[in-house]
């Protein structure tokens, strides 16, 4: 790792599932190097990854058979992925619960310390410790009662998306499809609105990263914590339902919320396109976009390592060097590039979760 580049915190990693599931892992260990996957000990440490949102994540094809690769339709200018039913909130909990013994398995063993406070936060980049932050991706992982935030918060959870891209109890997530418009459905249902107010009240992060737009402008309109996105890139640039519209980012900018820049080539790429032939250039002009639109206090990273196909110019974590040096040389200074690799994460995580 180049000593001088900042420790990057990312918004948002896959690396529970990877490593739980043996057909995508293919059972590699957090603490051996390896070629698969992205994320692994010894490759955070070349990058200079300081830790980030580790997701739990539950995905359908376990359970009811729709999987992404054959949901998919190729039309003339994009794609159009089926919708993805919902799943059994009991399913999600018992799953969720797995990946998140997976995560306190990775810090009883040493491999990094999962984070309550933005004190502590601060304290593992310090001392290079991988910070994690305990992340649900999807509120039916919290089983069929939502009053179960408040146990989950007490075990470490900091941060909720209420969806994935499909429906639950609590909203309903974007279809993936390009070229899209993120309105694609309903907005809050009264189970959202008052888990809202419940993540509120705790000081758990709500993601909007995969909400449809109506939900997000339901959770604009009630939260009073910032608004982040924890992996979503520019509409403008890609206009993928995933992405955020200007007056979406707007709208973060003014509540002191954030984006992280999500590294998947198919929400960075104006074609929509799966290729990893996708210059690093393509990443930085998706910065540059967010930064002049929320501001250099609003801008981080969210990498979707392990979940998405990534640049091959950036390849995995030990790459995270090679995007800054390009931040760098196209005019991003120090102080602004420790922004963008974890200063702002810092900031808003404080914010929402207090102290
Ligand atoms: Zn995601």
Same mark, same amino acid.
């Given at each position: 790792?180049?000593?001088?580049?900042?420790?990057?915190?990312?918004?948002?990693?896959?690396?529970?599932?990877?490593?739980?599931?043996?057909?995508?892992?293919?059972?590699?260990?957090?603490?051996?190097?390896?070629?698969?996957?992205?994320?692994?000990?010894?490759?955070?440490?070349?990058?200079?990854?300081?830790?980030? =949102? =580790?997701?739990?994540?539950?995905?359908?094809?376990?359970?009811?058979?729709?999987?992404?690769?054959?949901?998919?339709?190729?039309?003339?200018?994009?794609?159009?992925?089926?919708?993805?039913?919902?799943?059994?909130?009991?399913?999600?909990?018992?799953?969720?619960?797995?990946?998140?013994?997976?995560?306190?398995?990775?810090?009883?063993?040493?491999?990094? %310390?999962?984070?309550?406070?933005?004190?502590?936060?601060?304290?593992?980049?310090?001392?290079?410790?991988?910070?994690?932050?305990?992340?649900?991706?999807?509120?039916?992982?919290?089983?069929?009662?939502?009053?179960?935030?408040?146990?989950?918060?007490?075990?470490?959870?900091?941060?909720?998306?209420?969806?994935?891209?499909?429906?639950?109890?609590?909203?309903?997530?974007?279809?993936?499809?390009?070229?899209?418009?993120?309105?694609?459905?309903?907005?809050?249902?009264?189970?959202?609105?008052?888990?809202?107010?419940?993540?509120?009240?705790?000081?758990?992060?709500?993601?909007?990263?995969?909400?449809?737009?109506?939900? =997000?402008?339901?959770?604009?309109?009630?939260?009073?914590?910032?608004?982040?996105?924890?992996?979503?890139?520019?509409?403008?640039?890609?206009?993928?339902?995933?992405?955020?519209?200007?007056?979406?980012?707007?709208?973060?900018?003014?509540?002191?919320?954030?984006?992280?820049?999500?590294?998947?080539?198919? =929400?960075? %790429?104006?074609?929509?396109?799966?290729?990893?032939?996708?210059?690093?250039?393509?990443?930085?002009?998706?910065?540059?976009?967010?930064?002049?639109?929320?501001?250099?206090?609003?801008?981080?990273?969210?990498?979707?390592?392990?979940?998405?196909?990534?640049?091959?110019?950036?390849?995995?974590?030990?790459?995270?060097?090679?995007?800054?040096?390009?931040?760098?040389?196209?005019?991003?200074?120090?102080?602004?590039?420790?922004?963008?690799?974890?200063?702002?994460?810092?900031?808003?995580?404080?914010?929402?979760?207090?102290?």
């Amino acid at each position: 790792m180049e000593s001088d580049l900042p420790l990057v915190f990312d918004g948002h990693n896959d690396t529970l599932l990877n490593l739980h599931l043996p057909d995508r892992g293919e059972g590699r260990s957090f603490f051996e190097r390896s070629d698969l996957g992205h994320i692994d000990l010894p490759r955070a440490r070349e990058g200079g990854f300081g830790g980030g =949102f =580790f997701a739990c994540y539950v995905p359908n094809s376990e359970v009811d058979g729709w999987n992404e690769e054959e949901a998919l339709t190729v039309t003339d200018d994009g794609y159009e992925v089926s919708d993805a039913p919902r799943l059994d909130p009991n399913y999600a909990r018992y799953f969720a619960d797995e990946l998140v013994a997976g995560l306190f398995r990775l810090q009883s063993e040493g491999g990094l %310390r999962v984070v309550r406070t933005a004190e502590d936060l601060e304290r593992c980049l310090r001392e290079g410790i991988v910070a994690a932050i305990l992340h649900f991706e999807g509120a039916e992982n919290l089983g069929p009662d939502p009053g179960a935030l408040e146990e989950l918060y007490e075990a470490g959870l900091r941060s909720l998306g209420l969806v994935w891209s499909r429906p639950n109890a609590y909203a309903h997530g974007v279809p993936f499809r390009f070229p899209s418009s993120p309105d694609t459905g309903p907005g809050l249902t009264g189970a959202g609105k008052e888990l809202v107010r419940e993540c509120n009240r705790l000081g758990v992060l709500i993601d909007l990263s995969h909400i449809n737009e109506r939900g =997000f402008w339901d959770v604009a309109d009630l939260s009073e914590a910032p608004l982040v996105a924890t992996h979503s890139n520019a509409h403008v640039l890609c206009p993928a339902s995933r992405n955020l519209t200007d007056g979406q980012l707007d709208a973060i900018r003014d509540s002191g919320g954030m984006v992280g820049v999500n590294f998947a080539v198919g =929400f960075l %790429r104006e074609d929509g396109g799966e290729s990893v032939d996708t210059p690093l250039e393509t990443v930085v002009r998706h910065v540059d976009y967010l930064v002049g639109r929320v501001g250099i206090e609003g801008v981080g990273f969210g990498s979707d390592f392990d979940g998405a196909k990534v640049p091959k110019d950036l390849g995995d974590v030990s790459g995270l060097p090679r995007l800054l040096d390009a931040l760098r040389s196209v005019g991003y200074d120090e102080p602004a590039l420790e922004k963008l690799a974890h200063r702002n994460w810092v900031r808003v995580l404080r914010t929402t979760w207090g102290g």
